[in-house]
């Protein structure tokens, strides 16, 4: 059974940094690609950074040069280390694991929830 469990939420003063953790329950070698998605209230999920198994990432224009995405593989984890954080960036924080065994499989974790405020 797959699981993703985040952790690292909380909140935070603009400007300030945070670094959320996705651990898996399984090797990250079975993923084909990991990301970081977020979901504001009233708004869609959406993708805000990505690494593939070959450790290429892609980030949303939105958190270029502030956030960065990266794994763990002896720790079966992928981090987000979030800096210069901004309050448009407060949303639910969800890790996501995709899979290939002949067909795809999306596993998501519970998600975290980053607040931005003063």
């Known amino acids: 059974q797959v699981q993703l469990v985040e952790s690292g939420g909380g909140l935070v003063q603009p400007g300030g940094s945070l670094r959320l953790s996705c651990a898996a329950s399984?090797?990250?070698?079975?993923?084909?690609?990991m990301g970081w998605y977020r979901q504001a209230p009233g708004k869609p999920r959406e993708l805000v950074a990505s690494i593939s198994r070959g450790d290429n990432v892609n980030y949303a224009d939105f958190v270029k040069g502030r956030f960065t995405i990266s794994k763990h593989n002896a720790m079966n984890t992928m981090t987000l280390q979030m800096n210069s954080l901004k309050p448009e960036d407060t949303a639910v924080y969800y890790c996501?694991?995709?899979?290939?065994?002949?067909?795809?499989?999306?596993?998501w974790g519970q998600g975290t929830q980053v607040t931005v405020s003063s």
């Open positions: 399984v090797t990250i070698f079975s993923f084909t690609s």
């Open positions: 996501k694991g995709d899979q290939y065994n002949g067909a795809w499989a999306a596993y």
